[in-house]
């Protein structure tokens, strides 16, 4: 017999919408010059995004505009890769000698995991000073060479309450 799942966390998040206009804004924050933030001004519990190779797209930010109201907390999602461009959709998959060299310079280059979870855990210590009390952090995984690992990574230094990595694949 087939049991229907009624767990309030899977039924009551709204799907993700087509042609969606996300409601956070773009601003500087700590040392990064573009975070995009949304979420109530007074708050004292936050999630940092860390998004995939592909930088910001609109169902991200849906996702962090979900969070955001669902759970009643800030949800900062940084420009990890500034002042360089996100990996190009247009060289995924590297299903070519010349996609792959792409690909394998931009985890080297621009895609620094060292470098990331250093920065997101400057950004977790000057969230913790200016007020927020609870703070997690979710990365997404593409191929898990940047955001799950950031994620991941930086969960061990203590600096967030807790971490998540998502593969939305």
């Known amino acids: 017999m087939t049991r229907f799942n009624s767990n309030a966390a899977c039924c009551s998040i709204p799907p993700v919408q087509a ?5 956070g804004t773009f601003r500087a924050y700590g ?11 007074k708050t004292d519990k936050a999630l940092v995004c860390v998004f995939d190779i592909f930088g910001f797209w609109p169902q991200t930010q849906q996702g ?11 949800v900062l999602m940084p420009d990890f890769f500034e002042p360089h461009n996100a990996f190009s959709q247009d060289d995924y998959p590297p299903n070519t000698p010349e996609k792959k060299v792409r690909l394998q310079e931009f985890f080297q ?3 620094r995991v060292d470098v990331a979870v250093t920065n997101v855990n400057k950004l977790g210590l000057l969230m913790k000073a200016e ?11 593409w191929v898990y060479h940047k955001a799950g690992k950031v994620a991941i990574l930086s ?8 971490v998540a990595s998502v593969h939305p694949a």
Request: one cysteine or more.
């Open 19 to 23: 042609f969606y206009q996300p409601q």
């Open 31 to 41: 040392d990064f010059k573009k975070v995009y933030i949304t979420g109530p001004e």
């Open 64 to 74: 962090a505009d979900i969070l955001a109201e669902t759970l009643n907390a800030k």
């Open 109 to 111: 280059n621009v895609a």
């Open 131 to 141: 007020g927020y009390k609870h703070i997690g952090l979710y990365g997404f995984c």
């Open 155 to 162: 969960g061990s230094e203590k600096v967030y309450d807790a």
